[in-house]
């Protein structure tokens, strides 16, 4: 299946001229959504703000998505609900003397793929489970316990309590 992608760019030129305190709204929903190089996002709803301050542009977002992701214990691919709200200050290329990133274009068009990406890749579980009572794959055959039993002892085997 094709991957769909989006531009996730947001004009903000208008704000170069605009008093500080202006705020403006955006809203985004993709029922699929690939964000290079490698994140597929489902579902992915985006609600966020621009505000002009002195310095230049904050950016405050709110992101929810579904993230396919590999179970530690069966290896198998299940789906993870992923949510995340963050502050970013986009400066203006005039009113820094640091070296940044985060620099407003020029040509007054911001794309927020990669930030979205970076922030949705922190919200995936390090220890994802596809379910909570996953019996994980044997260690024998490497068959996958929660579609059948192999029939190797698992005596060996010692599964932390929950």
Same mark, same amino acid.
Request: a negative charge; charged letters at 25%; hydrophobic letters at 40%.
């Given at each position: 299946?094709?991957?769909?992608? #989006?531009?996730?760019?947001? /004009?903000?030129?208008?704000?170069f001229n605009k008093p500080i305190g202006f705020s403006r709204d955006?809203?985004? =929903?993709? $029922?699929? /959504?690939?964000? =290079? $190089?490698?994140? !597929?996002?489902l579902n992915m709803k985006a609600? #966020?703000?621009?505000?002009?301050?002195? =310095?230049?542009?904050?950016?405050?977002? =709110?992101l929810s998505g579904e993230i396919e992701a590999q179970c530690v214990r069966c290896l198998a691919e299940s789906i993870v609900p992923v949510f995340t709200k963050f502050e970013e200050l986009f400066y203006f290329p005039e009113r820094t003397q640091e070296e940044t990133d985060q620099l407003? $274009?020029?040509?007054? #068009?911001? +794309?927020?793929? +990669? /930030?979205?990406? +970076? #922030?949705?890749?922190?919200? /995936? $579980?390090? !220890?994802?489970? @596809?379910?909570?009572? @996953?019996?994980?794959?044997c260690v024998e055959c490497g068959q996958n316990l929660n579609l059948a039993d192999c029939g190797h002892t698992h005596s060996r085997i010692i599964l932390p309590e929950e």
């Open positions: 299946m094709e991957k769909q992608h #989006y531009s996730l760019r947001s /004009i903000v030129g208008f704000f955006f809203h985004a =929903e993709f $029922p699929e /959504i690939f964000l =290079e $190089p490698d994140l !597929n996002v609600a #966020y703000r621009f505000s002009r301050t002195r =310095e230049g542009l904050l950016l405050q977002t =709110e407003v $274009p020029a040509d007054g #068009y911001l +794309d927020l793929a +990669d /930030i979205f990406r +970076d #922030y949705l890749l922190l919200e /995936i $579980p390090i !220890n994802h489970l @596809c379910k909570p009572d @996953c019996k994980g794959v």
